[in-house]
């Protein structure tokens, strides 16, 4: 990371709202997103195309030695590589969704993403880079100077994401409480660390919840155009 790279470091809990704000965030301040459970797909499609299990932790750390990770930063580019293999599409799989926990509580695995993740962001030439998935702002960007976590009642999170599946609402919610809970080693999703705004998008509609986001970034930054 560099001081000419501003850092927005959204953390928030599955049904917050952080992956679609995030985006429109970016998008209307002219920034860079970057998705990190995009790299966790990646990594997870890599191990299974070596033909090991992500429940090898040894297996994934050897796997991480030809781990070219490749994000497209824009907005609206959900490109995602790794080295010449476009595997956009492939990372969206079942079998690929599936294998992710398999090493998520790795924390060397952790560590080495993490560093990727912020090279990415560092060295991206771009106004800004709003990062955005789990434990963004406590150990990815720590230091970034706008860190928010974005959080909203778990009967709310599970209606917005029945309503983008239809899936069954209690069903969602039952799911939602289970990540959760998987989570919580990660992200504390009721308390924020010093320094961290809160946003909470409970009683918030989508334009709501960007407005409150850009008034912390704005307050933070100085200005739309973060001088």
Do not use: C
């Amino acid at each position: 990371m560099t001081e000419t790279t501003p850092i927005i470091a959204i953390d928030g809990p599955a049904g917050s709202g952080k992956s679609s704000v995030s985006k429109e965030v970016a998008r209307r301040r002219g920034f860079g997103y970057l998705d990190t459970g995009a790299g966790y797909r990646a990594l997870a499609w890599h191990v299974l195309a070596r033909g090991a299990e992500t429940t090898d932790a040894d297996a994934v750390l050897d796997a991480l030695e030809s781990f070219d990770l490749r994000l497209g930063l824009a907005p609206d580019d959900r490109s995602v590589a790794v080295g010449e293999a476009d595997v956009t599409v492939a990372i969206r799989t079942p079998e690929v969704t599936g294998s992710i926990a398999g090493f998520t509580r790795v924390a060397e695995v952790r560590a080495y993403l993490n560093a990727i993740f912020r090279r990415l962001a560092g060295e991206s030439g771009l106004a800004g880079v709003v990062i955005e998935g789990r434990d963004i702002t406590s150990v990815v960007a720590p230091d970034a100077p706008v860190r928010i976590l974005m959080t909203a009642s778990p009967e709310v999170r599970a209606q917005r994401r029945g309503l983008e599946s239809g899936q069954d609402v209690a069903e969602v919610q039952a799911a939602i409480l289970r990540r959760d809970a998987s989570d919580s080693h990660v992200l504390d999703l009721a308390e924020a660390d010093p320094g961290v705004d809160v946003v909470d998008t409970t009683d918030r509609d989508f334009e709501q919840s960007i407005d409150a986001v850009l008034t912390v970034i704005d307050r933070k930054l100085g200005g739309q155009d973060g001088r």
